[in-house]
């Protein structure tokens, strides 16, 4: 009598070789074709998306800096639920400054991460308060060495509030850039290096938000909707393109 063979357990070695499977690597072609890519790209993305538009709503550059700071792994929708009343309590950055931190983690808890970007929040204020007069620096250089912020932070403050160009990389911008063929860095300093090399300063902001506003809408991380894409004729991960 033949041996019945056992059902294979999950977490077998056949599993998990399944379950570490690299996704497939993007082809990049020459720098020419990156950097042909990357223009046809902001091109397209700038007929789709005719306005580039922050979805933070903010009244100045400080609670710009502020709402950007909350918006880490948070959606922009929520964050603008909690900044209105937020900014009624606190306006400005001495009153965020001398804020109890248990009263402001009660506030801003919806965004999560809550203990973190109230001390980020109140230790940036502090900075801005002693060293800057309570303004946002219009720099880059100065903006990074304020607490809790980084290059993100500080090109959307850059490009949005001060028309400076900068390319602010969040989660939108790294899988778009890496699935557009732009790019193969996860890094956010590497990526905003790689594209802006290929653009003319004055379209990095707004090229920016709009890969964050198509990221939303249409190349969205679970399901991206391919065959609504503009860019899905020169997209090397489109589903839909045909290569000969």
Same mark, same amino acid.
């Given at each position: 009598? *033949?041996?019945?063979?056992?059902?294979?357990?999950?977490?077998? *070695?056949?599993?998990?070789?399944?379950?570490?499977?690299?996704?497939?690597?993007?082809?990049?072609?020459?720098?020419?074709?990156?950097?042909?890519?990357?223009?046809?790209?902001?091109?397209?993305?700038?007929?789709?998306?005719?306005?580039?538009?922050?979805?933070?709503?903010?009244?100045?550059?400080?609670?710009?800096?502020?709402?950007?700071?909350?918006?880490?792994?948070?959606?922009?929708?929520?964050?603008?639920?909690?900044?209105?009343?937020?900014?009624?309590?606190?306006?400005?950055?001495?009153?965020?400054?001398?804020?109890?931190?248990?009263?402001?983690?009660?506030?801003?808890?919806?965004?999560?991460?809550?203990?973190?970007?109230?001390?980020?929040?109140?230790?940036?204020?502090?900075?801005?308060?002693?060293?800057?007069?309570?303004?946002?620096?219009?720099?880059?250089?100065?903006?990074?060495?304020?607490?809790?912020?980084?290059?993100?932070?500080?090109?959307?403050?850059?490009?949005? *509030?001060?028309?400076?160009?900068?390319?602010?990389?969040?989660?939108?911008?790294?899988?778009?850039?890496?699935?557009?063929?732009?790019?193969?860095?996860?890094?956010?300093?590497?990526?905003?290096?790689?594209?802006?090399?290929?653009?003319?300063?004055?379209?990095?902001?707004?090229?920016?938000?709009?890969?964050?506003?198509?990221?939303?809408?249409?190349?969205?991380?679970?399901?991206?909707?391919?065959?609504?894409?503009?860019?899905?004729?020169?997209?090397?991960?489109?589903?839909?393109?045909?290569?000969?």
């Amino acid at each position: 009598m *033949a041996a019945i063979a056992k059902p294979r357990k999950p977490g077998t *070695a056949r599993s998990r070789r399944v379950l570490r499977k690299k996704p497939r690597r993007i082809r990049l072609g020459t720098r020419a074709d990156v950097r042909a890519r990357t223009v046809l790209a902001a091109e397209r993305l700038a007929e789709a998306y005719p306005v580039a538009v922050c979805a933070l709503v903010h009244a100045n550059p400080f609670q710009l800096l502020v709402a950007t700071i909350l918006s880490a792994q948070c959606t922009d929708e929520r964050v603008n639920m909690v900044t209105p009343g937020l900014f009624r309590r606190y306006p400005d950055p001495a009153a965020f400054a001398n804020a109890e931190p248990g009263e402001l983690e009660r506030i801003i808890q919806p965004t999560g991460f809550f203990r973190q970007k109230t001390k980020a929040i109140i230790g940036c204020s502090r900075d801005l308060v002693e060293r800057f007069g309570s303004e946002v620096p219009p720099r880059m250089e100065d903006l990074v060495t304020l607490r809790g912020v980084g290059r993100k932070t500080a090109n959307v403050v850059l490009g949005v *509030a001060f028309g400076i160009p900068g390319l602010a990389v969040d989660t939108h911008v790294t899988r778009l850039s890496n699935r557009i063929g732009m790019t193969r860095q996860a890094d956010p300093v590497k990526i905003e290096t790689e594209v802006t090399r290929n653009l003319a300063p004055e379209l990095w902001s707004d090229f920016g938000l709009r890969l964050i506003m198509h990221g939303r809408a249409v190349c969205t991380a679970r399901k991206p909707n391919c065959p609504g894409c503009v860019l899905n004729d020169f997209c090397p991960s489109s589903t839909v393109l045909v290569t000969s």
